[in-house]
């Protein structure tokens, strides 16, 4: 099970979010969805990212294009986040992975300015299942999930940390 703890110890390597984790992306996701939802033809589901996960290859393209366009747009609006910044900083010694929702040009344009480095890096593109980008970056770090701690920013972030059995520490949003 997860642990919560303020003073959570880590043995091995640390796995960060990234939206609302270390920075804040200022994205109208209501507007966003809306264009999805025009694409997939369909209203959107909720979770976003299962129903988006479901689509056939193609209408998923298209739904990527245009949420890295969105994401892109509010690049030079991003601030970084303290409490996120200051742990990664704490934690910068030891090995590192990232798992976020956002897509990989995004990532490639945000973590240099703010000098955030990650020996491995999961994006949407390999997975829109956090449960499975935990599972991806635990295994390329070659560690166990026990000595891991996952550092994200939602209740769903939480969640999947207690589904693969690593430590969670929450950043405020």
């Keep these: 099970m997860a642990r919560s703890s303020e003073k959570c110890i880590v043995d091995h390597a640390v796995i960060f979010d990234l939206d609302g984790t270390l920075i804040d992306l200022p994205i109208d996701y209501s507007k966003l969805f809306e264009e999805f939802s025009k694409i997939m033809k369909t209203p959107i589901a909720h979770p976003i990212t299962r129903a ?3 689509l056939d290859s193609h209408v998923k393209g298209e739904v990527f294009k245009v949420w ?3 994401e892109l747009a509010v690049l030079k609006n991003i601030t970084p986040r303290t409490e996120g910044v200051t742990l990664y900083k704490q934690f910068s010694p030891k090995p590192k992975a990232l798992v976020t929702m956002q897509g990989k040009a995004f990532v490639r ?3 240099e300015p703010l000098d ?3 020996d491995f890096i999961f994006t949407r ?3 829109l299942d956090r449960v499975k980008q935990l599972k991806l ?3 390329k770090l070659h560690v166990q999930f026990q000595n891991v701690l996952f550092v994200g920013n939602t209740e769903d972030d939480k969640l999947a940390a207690e589904k693969v059995g690593c430590q969670y520490r929450g950043v405020k949003s």
Aim: no cysteine; glycine share 0%.
């Design 68 to 70: 890295d366009k969105a």
């Design 125 to 127: 593109e390999n997975s």
């Design 109 to 111: 344009n945000v973590l």
């Design 137 to 139: 970056a635990a295994q």
């Design 116 to 118: 955030l480095r990650f």
């Design 52 to 54: 988006i996960s479901k």
